[in-house]
């Protein structure tokens, strides 16, 4: 009896741990402080909370990394275009119609950058419903960046 209690409550440590890293609704930082807060699931469940709001907060900064210079690139150009065009109907009606094509064809430089950036995101969404499945399944993925300062407070 009491061995199945055991491998209940293990079984139980791996689903929370798992369930930290489904990256829904921000279900991978709520559940985490969840198991960190309400001490669930013993030291298993909690490494695993704390690598997934690791990862959560590395994958948040990472974002505004690149999007943010990102951002200001685009409408820096914007900006440009937006006075090149102005300086064109100054000047000749006819030319405004040319200037918004190379408005256009201007933009289309900064596609690149976040197609990349989506697909980056939808890889990082694969990975972590991966890693979530593995870590309930009862498989102890340790990430080697993380796992040396993450044991710690464990």
Request: positive net charge; proline residues 3%; charged residues 15%.
């Amino acid at each position: 009896m009491a061995k199945t209690k055991a491998s209940k409550d293990e079984s139980d440590a791996h689903l929370l741990a798992g369930l930290g890293y489904i990256p829904i609704m921000m279900l991978n930082l709520i559940i985490p402080l969840y198991i960190l807060l309400a001490k669930k699931g013993g030291e298993y469940a909690k490494y695993h909370a704390l690598q997934s709001i690791s990862l959560w907060a590395i994958w948040f900064v990472l974002c505004m990394a690149i999007s943010i210079p990102l951002m200001f690139t685009m409408l820096d150009a914007q900006k440009t275009m937006m006075a090149d065009v102005y300086a064109m109907t100054q000047t000749n009606t006819t030319a405004v119609h040319e200037g918004m094509v190379r408005v256009y064809d201007m933009d289309s430089k900064f596609y690149l950058p976040v197609i990349l950036l989506i697909c980056l995101g939808f890889g990082v969404i694969i990975a972590w419903f991966a890693l979530a499945i593995l870590v309930a399944t009862g498989k102890d993925i340790r990430l080697p960046i993380l796992s040396g300062f993450l044991t710690r407070f464990v």
